[in-house]
């Protein structure tokens, strides 16, 4: 797959529907988009930033956002809880501009930086009090929210402890809870998994998973890529543009062109033999890995498989191994951005062969 | 709640800190301790070296001994004839300075001239220059005095030799009064030629030092020529009679009288006060009217709570909301409802409760250790301090505000310290200051809080309706001005 423009599968809303989902938000719609961007974009003056950014969000489900480090997720994140004003194009939360957000919407939503906002005097148990009361919650909502908090993110012993005896995956924790322990319905996360043990993440993605289905929406930022799979959607931005917003198996097919096959023969592949199987399942790419094996792209691995198998058994082929093959995510995200990199770099190589 | 939850968190950060606390209260008071215990009222003596020429060596046992009478300011190292060698021994700090005593200086005064003694040093600091050239000024005006007393001891000394020809010449006076009234020519004459032999031995005695004689009366010509002037009047007398009634001659001689006796009792005067009296008529004594007796360590009391008070409020300040930035607690905020009013009354109650606590410490032990003394009312003692402290938060937010970093937070800090070392009136007073400059310490908290702490503290006074204008209606502004700011920069963060 190759890009000679800004991908055009990125969902675009359109002036009217967005228009509607909106006003619709505005009034406390359920199903309608919890987070809408229409172009926005935030130019530094360097040039860096994010550009012409369009994205839908629907309420109670996970957006994982995956980028390289620089590439603009922070500042997305940033632009969507109104830290930063958009330099062009319209986002809302929750139906508000995020710079203009009402006290109610404010109380709904939840903020953890990149950088964990603790006071190292401050005790675990105090911390998560001063984030509490911030949200003006009762002390005995406050009592039952925060033991809470801390058995999620496993620091129940820790209470009494300060910050400055926490180490930097216990740290990033309790951040984590002061970000979560007012229970908001809109959570922004800014790479809430750096720094955590595996164990303790796959437990955080459950809750978070939990969270979802309780109705809430969560904007992820994360380098971990193989954490696209617990999303609904997944955002991918590369040097400030969002070039993939897609279900993780839909990343997949957008990362190779359809669903992948792997085929392994009891016998030697022929070229006759390579072209009838592309021809059978109409691959868009049918490429040998080995003496017996090869890997084709299809549109739709399920349907192909067993019409694969079937024929290859009237020609009196054996088959020794046939599945779709699941690319880890890490692959994906590096195709995906590789992709849209050499797409770029031909388009205004392209350009300025037209100048000259 | 929220504000509440601010409060805690600052006065959590402070009492956490207990080091923090202990050196804030122990501090200031062990410095004030250590200066109360060190400090020497008086400097230690000048070393001095004589230079004197060979001639003048004579002197020397002289001069040495007048200095040595000089409450032991000055004490002579060692004398020499070369200024070199003298300069050479101030060089190496063997002596704080050099003497040099000019040629021969009585002849000099007797010349008509002052006799000029140079006095060299090699001090740098300001107030120690100052410190040589008064007691340099102090050591000769002393030594003028002693010599004035000296020659006026003398003098009255002299002018006894006076006092027989003036009862002599008084009595002349009236015997040629007598034989005027009586129209004895003759006898008047006689008694003329007496009183005038009189007059004359005074006239002939009289020396210049006999001039403080007359100095004594302002409205009266000097002794030698009134004397002078008696003689002539004598002498133009006309002695002849009119049908045996007293003659205007009479009437002058009854006035000569008087003048002799009034001499005579202006002489008497002279010679019974004290020489130093008359070297030194006039004296001047200062009485403090405030209800208590201050100290040195008193008085900087109020200026070492007022500098610790203010400079920890504006360290505070400053720096909390720059670290609140840094953290990324500014851009959390920013999206959690909470406003600025929150975030800045919050942090004001903690931080003045904090600063509480501290002032409470130090202000007992500056009461009852030190026992310095509070004649006002302790609500305007607190009062005071209380204002001082929210006005220097304001400071220290709007510093907080717009600056960019810890280190600048922490230097701008430290300019408002040093400003109000030297502005506040603090070490020095105010009106050494130029009026313009006086602006910048009317802007520092502390010029107001200080004056104000010494009024309450001294005088015993009321907080004036200055210090309520300056702190309180400056807090106001203060914060007004940290809430626009700060609006700013959280819907920016």
């Given at each position: 797959m190759r890009f000679t423009e800004p991908p055009r599968w990125v969902p675009v809303v359109h002036d009217q529907r967005g228009a509607f989902l909106i006003e619709q938000q505005r009034h406390g719609?359920?199903?309608?988009?919890?987070i809408n961007a229409r172009r926005a974009s935030k130019v530094f003056a360097t040039g860096d930033g994010v550009h012409d950014m369009d994205l839908a969000v629907p309420s109670g489900s996970i957006f994982g956002f995956i980028g390289p480090s620089g590439a603009g997720k922070t500042t997305a994140v940033r632009m969507l809880t109104g830290a930063i004003e958009p330099t062009d194009g319209q986002v809302t939360v929750l139906g508000q501009a995020p710079t203009s957000f009402d006290h109610r919407t404010r109380s709904q939503i939840g903020y953890m930086p990149q950088l964990s906002v603790l006071y190292?005097?401050?005790s675990v148990a105090d911390n998560l009090k001063f984030f509490a009361s911030l949200y003006g919650m009762t002390r005995r909502r406050t009592e039952a929210a925060r033991n809470e908090m801390l058995e999620f993110v496993d620091l129940g012993d820790h209470?009494?402890?300060?910050?400055?005896?926490?180490s930097g995956g216990m740290r990033r924790r309790l951040s984590l809870a002061a970000t979560l322990v007012h229970e908001p319905r809109m959570i922004f996360l800014?790479?809430?998994?750096?720094?955590?043990d595996p164990v303790l993440r796959r437990r955080l993605w459950d809750h978070f998973t939990e969270m979802r289905d309780e109705g809430r929406t969560l904007f992820i930022t994360t380098q971990?890529?193989?954490?696209?799979?617990?999303?609904?959607r997944v955002g991918v931005i590369a040097d400030g543009r969002l070039i993939a917003d897609e279900t993780p198996d839909g990343l997949r097919r957008a990362a190779f062109g359809g669903d992948i096959v792997h085929l392994e023969l009891e016998q030697p592949l022929s070229t006759d033999l390579i072209r009838d199987i592309s021809n059978l399942v109409s691959a868009t790419a049918c490429q040998p890995y080995s003496m017996r094996g090869l890997r084709i792209v299809v549109e739709e691995a399920a349907l192909s498989l067993p019409e694969l198998t079937t024929w290859l058994a009237s020609q009196g082929v054996s088959v020794a191994q046939a599945e779709e093959h699941m690319p880890p995510f890490d692959d994906v995200f590096v195709e995906l951005v590789e992709e849209y990199r050499a797409a770029t770099t031909d388009t205004s190589t392209e350009g300025e062969r037209v100048v000259a | 709640m929220k504000v509440v939850a601010f409060a805690r968190k600052e006065l959590v950060d402070i009492v956490r800190q207990p080091r923090l606390l202990l050196t804030l209260i122990l501090g200031p008071f062990l410095i004030l301790a250590l200066f109360a215990a060190g400090y020497q009222r008086s400097a230690g003596a000048m070393r001095a070296v004589l230079v004197v020429s060979e001639q003048d060596m004579k002197l020397l046992n002289e001069l040495e001994d007048r200095l040595a009478e000089?409450?032991?300011?000055?004490?002579?190292?060692e004398t020499t004839e070369s200024q070199e060698e003298a300069l050479e021994i101030l060089r190496r700090g063997n002596a704080d300075a050099v003497v040099v005593v000019p040629p021969d200086p009585y002849g000099t005064v007797r010349g008509g001239d002052q006799a000029l003694f140079v006095l060299l040093h090699d001090t740098q600091d300001p107030f120690e220059q100052a410190t040589i050239r008064l007691t340099a000024r102090a050591a000769i005006d002393e030594m003028n005095r002693e010599l004035l007393a000296e020659a006026i001891s003398t003098g009255q000394r002299e002018t006894a030799d006076f006092n027989p020809f003036l009862t002599a010449s008084r009595e002349s006076a009236v015997a040629l009064r007598t034989a005027l009234e009586a129209g004895d020519t003759a006898a008047a004459e006689a008694e003329r030629s007496v009183l005038e032999t009189h007059l004359a031995s005074i006239d002939e005695q009289?020396?210049?030092?006999?001039?403080l004689v007359a100095a004594l009366?302002?409205?009266?010509?000097e002794s030698n020529r009134q004397v002078t002037a008696l003689r002539q009047r004598i002498a133009a007398l006309d002695l002849s009679t009119t049908d045996g009634t007293p003659t205007s001659a009479a009437q002058e001689v009854r006035t000569i009288e008087a003048e002799i006796e009034d001499l005579e009792s202006t002489l008497s005067q002279f010679q019974t006060i004290a020489p130093d009296v008359l070297v030194s008529p006039l004296a001047v004594d200062t009485e403090l009217i405030s209800p208590v007796e201050v100290t040195l360590t008193d008085f900087y009391a109020p200026g070492v709570i007022a500098l610790l008070l203010q400079h920890l409020a504006i360290t505070f300040a400053a720096m909390s909301l720059v670290r609140e930035r840094s953290l990324g607690a500014t851009e959390v905020f920013g999206i959690a409802p909470v406003g600025p009013s929150h975030i800045l009354i919050g942090k004001y109650l903690g931080y003045t409760i904090g600063a509480g606590v501290i002032a409470l410490g130090l202000n007992t032990l500056l009461l009852t250790?030190?026992?310095?003394?509070?004649?006002?009312s302790m609500a305007a003692f607190v009062t005071i301090q209380l204002l001082l402290t929210l006005a220097s938060l304001g400071v220290g937010f709007v510093i907080s505000s717009i600056v960019s970093t810890d280190h600048q937070a922490v230097n701008a800090a430290m300019i408002v310290l040093l400003l109000s070392i030297f502005f506040?009136?603090?070490?020095?007073?105010?009106?050494?200051?130029l009026p313009e400059v006086r602006v910048v310490s009317w802007m520092l908290p502390i010029t107001h809080a200080l004056d104000s702490l010494r009024d309450v503290m001294?005088?015993?006074?009321?907080?004036?309706l200055r210090t309520w204008i300056a702190l309180g209606g400056g807090s106001l502004v203060l914060y007004a001005v940290s809430w626009l700011l700060m609006r700013r920069r959280v819907g920016a963060a």
């Open positions: 719609h359920p199903n309608e988009p919890a190292d005097n401050l209470r009494d402890k300060r910050v400055t005896e926490l800014d790479e809430p998994t750096a720094g955590i971990y890529v193989g954490e696209a799979a617990y999303c609904d | 000089l409450n032991r300011s000055i004490v002579v190292q009289i020396t210049p030092a006999d001039s009366d302002g409205d009266r010509p250790v030190f026992e310095v003394p509070l004649a006002g506040s009136g603090f070490f020095l007073s105010l009106d050494r200051l001294f005088r015993g006074a009321p907080i004036d």
